[in-house]
């Protein structure tokens, strides 16, 4: 399977503090990327962090990628309840099509 | 700038029905994917235009799901006949090429009887 696979499945933590969800792959990839999904926007993209980089930052968001690992962590800082939603790891292959894990559904309790 | 239209947003049909959606992609842009979704989980590709021809349909039921992409632009996702495993969200995206980023609809929830 070419899915990536999410950790935790489910998070929960107040307002304000950090929330860390981590994706591990199995195949080699072009990039990776991160989406959310709620039920009032959908599912929107937030970062794409390519094979050859290592961190990259968006507003509160702090992606890494360790590609010897086949790994990948999204941090979300300072967290606000309109975070609370569903969050996909997606591996870029070749032919950029998007291979989505199950997700982490994030809580975030005001 | 509008964003991904698809319609309609909610169908509920009786097994052995045909339904049919519809999509149409941001302006511009040339890739459009189908993509299916049960719930609890993530989308799953089912197929991937690029302009008019299909480059991926590998996880199309092809027995019973077809799709066009008529002059490049609108798409129509069909299933004939319904099953009542095909109870699902289905997702229409559109990127500018196959190395952007994607834009998803609000996609369809079918529900069959």
């Known amino acids: 399977s070419q899915q990536g696979e999410e950790d935790p499945q489910a998070l929960s933590i107040q307002e304000g503090e950090n929330a860390t969800m981590n994706c591990s792959y199995k195949t080699s990839i072009n990039n990776l990327q991160w989406y959310r999904q709620n039920s009032g926007r959908g599912l929107v993209h937030l970062i794409l962090i390519r094979s050859n980089e290592r961190e990259k930052h968006s507003g509160r968001l702090r992606v890494t990628l360790d590609t010897s690992k086949k790994s990948s962590s999204l941090l979300i800082t300072a967290s606000r309840a309109a975070d609370t939603a569903s969050y996909f790891c997606?591996?870029?292959?070749?032919?950029?099509?998007?291979?989505f894990g199950t997700g982490t559904r994030l809580t975030v309790i005001p | 700038e509008a964003g991904v239209v698809q319609s309609p947003r909610y169908k509920i049909i009786e097994k052995k029905q045909p339904v049919a959606f519809w999509c149409n992609p941001i302006s511009g842009h040339n890739t459009l994917y189908w993509y299916l979704q049960n719930l609890g989980q993530g989308p799953e590709l089912l197929i991937r235009y690029e302009n008019e021809e299909a480059v991926d349909d590998s996880q199309l039921p092809k027995d019973r799901f077809s799709a066009e992409r008529l002059k490049g632009v609108d798409s129509t996702l069909k299933i004939q006949p319904a099953e009542l495993g095909d109870s699902a969200v289905y997702l229409c995206a559109s990127s500018l090429t196959s190395s952007n980023e994607q834009f998803f609809g609000p996609g369809t929830r079918l529900t069959v009887l």
């Open positions: 997606v591996q870029g292959s070749g032919a950029n099509n998007l291979f």
